[in-house]
Each structure stands twice: as C-alpha cells, then as structure tokens.
C-alpha cells in the first residue's frame, strides 16, 4: 500500500520512513517502540510498524481533532468507515462538518474525529483551517471530492485497524508526552517534528511560540532515548537552540498552497548512532554541526 495514512498532511514526513528504518535499526540496543510528540498525519510511523520494524507506536497530538481521530479508528474503525462511505462529499456537508470540528471537544470523539477527517481530505493542502478545494464556488479546477476516494481510504483505515493494539494514542503538549514516555528509556526512538518557527502560526491550531521552542530543546537535552528531530531551516535553531548538538540541513517538497523544494534542518541526540544522512532518495543533507 503506497499511502498508510488517512490523512493528508502539508509536509508531511512519511518519506523518511526508509531513513528512520535504517537509523533504527543501527541502534545498540535496537529500539522496540517508536513516539511522535507531534504526529500529525503519522506516516512514518505507520510505515514503520506495519514493515514489522518496531513492535508498537505511540502517537500524541494536542489538536484535539486529530487525537480524536487516530483514537476513533483505532478503537471504532467498523464505525468510522461507515460514516466514510454513508457520508456525502459536498459543500453543504463541509459546512456541517466545520461546525463539529470548531465546536471541538464534546464527548464524541468519532464525530469530532470525523469531521478532521473530513476537513483534511477536502481542504486545500489538507490544512483544517483552509477552504475547501475548488473554492466556496467550486469552479476550480479540481472539486470538493479531489483527494476523497471512499474505498481507498476504507481500504487504509481497514488496514491500520489489524495494529490498533499497537497504536498508543495521547492528547497532550509535547513535552508532557515527553515525560510520560521516559520509562521506555532507550527501548524507545522518538522523532519529533514540531511546528515550525517560521510558518507553525499558518499551518497549526497549536502554534509554538519561543518559549515553547527553547523548552523543547531543553527537554530533548535531557531525553535518555535515542531522537531525531526536523524542523525549518531558521538559524535560531542550527545557531542558538541545537548548536551543541549535531545539526544538517536536507532539501525536502512541500506541497502546502504550491509544492516546492525547501530546506529543512535536521537534528540527532549525543546517543545516537548515525549510519548516514540521506534522509530520502537522491538527496543526501550537508552538515552544520558535527
């Protein structure tokens, strides 16, 4: 299956997979569980558990919709794909949906799930706070149900749903998620790929602000695990919060609002065992620190 997840995210680091597998697997003792404090759509670590090559996952989110969602198909799947395919793909139901969505957290964590479901899949560059693709007017290029295949995205759901007993599901700030997984010590790989400093107010309802950033790196500091960590190519990270720490930089697409080639930094914890800096296929990244 070439896309694992549900959800459509603009940056989104599934393409790493392949270069996490071998930085996994590089490591003495090899870690058995994988962590996302900022898992978003989670395509690398579906990737990764579904190729067998860690035991169990563990995604946390502070967007309540989208801990709602990873929490709906893991625990609801039969229900959550019913309502993929009972449920009509149209402006009038986009607007339904916004509302469930804005409303946030009530107790219905399949109709709050649902509706980021919903709003990724039909929103321009599946960001939930955009309009929907062709505009209120529909007279883009491409419609509302451009990137909505019921039965492939069934299919997905069905397919995650055979893990769900794998798959750790939390909702709370990152560094909480940190702390609550520190038992784990180094049976445990963490990538992190937090909002950006740059462009995280844009594309995230939980945006960091600087205080956040510099806590982060604290933390991190003091994580025993073994981690990696992407963020945008801004000097306060490479120069100031990470300049103890081994740093590079890597050329990555983005396809939020118009796809491109950007540059991102990467960043390794002390305990790491680095076996390469290909991060994906043909592009290999350039050192800042060592």
């Not at 599934?14 to 003495?28: D, F, H, M």
């Not at 019913?82 to 009509?88: D, G, Y």
């Not at 305990?271 to 296929?281: E, G, I, K, Y």
Request: charged share 20%.
């Amino acid at each position: 299956m070439r896309y694992l997840s549900p959800l459509r995210y603009p940056g989104g680091k599934a393409r790493l997979a392949p270069y996490l597998q071998r930085l996994i697997t590089a490591q003495t003792p090899r870690p058995t569980h994988y962590a996302e404090p900022f898992a978003g759509g989670a395509g690398a670590a579906l990737k990764l558990l579904t190729d067998g090559i860690v035991e169990e996952i563990h995604l946390n989110d502070l967007n309540p919709g989208i801990a709602a969602f990873w929490r709906s198909i893991t625990t609801a799947p039969e229900e959550f794909c019913e309502l993929i395919s009972e449920t009509a793909v149209n402006l009038d139901e986009w607007h339904k949906q916004r509302v469930t969505y804005l409303a946030g957290e009530t107790g219905n964590d399949l109709a709050l799930g649902f509706a980021t479901f919903f709003l990724n899949r039909t929103n321009r560059s599946g960001i939930l706070h955009a309009g929907p693709i062709g505009g209120h007017d529909q007279k883009g290029t491409w419609k509302i149900d451009a990137r909505y295949n019921k039965s492939g995205l069934i299919t997905r759901v069905q397919h995650l749903a055979q893990y769900r007993h794998q798959i750790h599901v939390t909702q709370m700030e990152g560094l909480d998620f940190l702390d609550s997984i520190s038992d784990l010590g180094s049976k445990v790989f963490i990538y992190a790929d937090p909002p950006y400093v740059v462009q995280g107010d844009g594309l995230y309802l939980h945006a960091f602000d600087e205080a956040a950033h510099v806590d982060l790196a604290s933390k991190l500091a003091d994580t025993h695990a073994p981690w990696m960590l992407t963020y945008d190519d801004d000097p306060r990270i490479t120069d100031i919060l990470y300049r103890n720490v081994r740093c590079a930089r890597f050329p990555i697409a983005h396809t939020a609002h118009k796809q491109h080639i950007g540059t991102e930094a990467v960043i390794y914890s002390d305990s790491l065992h680095v076996p390469d800096v290909q991060l994906t296929r043909g592009r290999t990244a350039e050192w800042v620190t060592t």
